[in-house]
């Protein structure tokens, strides 16, 4: 039975990026392309706009060759991010700016002396 199968989602590591695509391994066998006609169902200006170089992210086979090794994939209509930049809500401490503020005068004070 093959590793890998048509339509199967997978989970690849970006080795390269050129205009026409992004070359993809799959395992220490198995290497693949991500055709930019396979990149959006949209215009695809700059493919670099879609992944950077050593990202792991998710594609869906569409055609395997076993005699090369090779793999065909597409990140078209799937959610192809593994690692979402997620926003944490900074918490203010008790002390707010107060601490920054406390010590502004003295700041200010060495500043100029340092200048004169």
Do not use: C
Request: aromatic fraction near 8%; avoid cysteine; glycine fraction near 6%.
């Amino acid at each position: 039975m093959p590793k890998y199968q048509v339509g199967d989602i997978v989970t690849v590591s970006v080795t390269g990026v050129e205009k026409y695509g992004i070359f993809v391994g799959l395992d220490e066998y198995y290497s693949g392309l991500i055709h930019i006609s396979e990149i959006s169902s949209g215009f695809v200006r700059n493919v670099n706009d879609y992944v950077n170089l050593g990202e792991v992210i998710r594609a869906k086979v569409l055609e395997i060759d076993e005699d090369t090794l090779h793999v065909k994939l597409s990140i078209k209509d799937i959610d192809y991010r593994i690692t979402k930049k997620k926003r944490t809500k900074i918490k203010e401490t008790e002390l707010g700016f107060s601490t920054l503020e406390a010590l502004l005068d003295d700041w200010i004070s060495e500043k100029l002396a340092e200048i004169e």
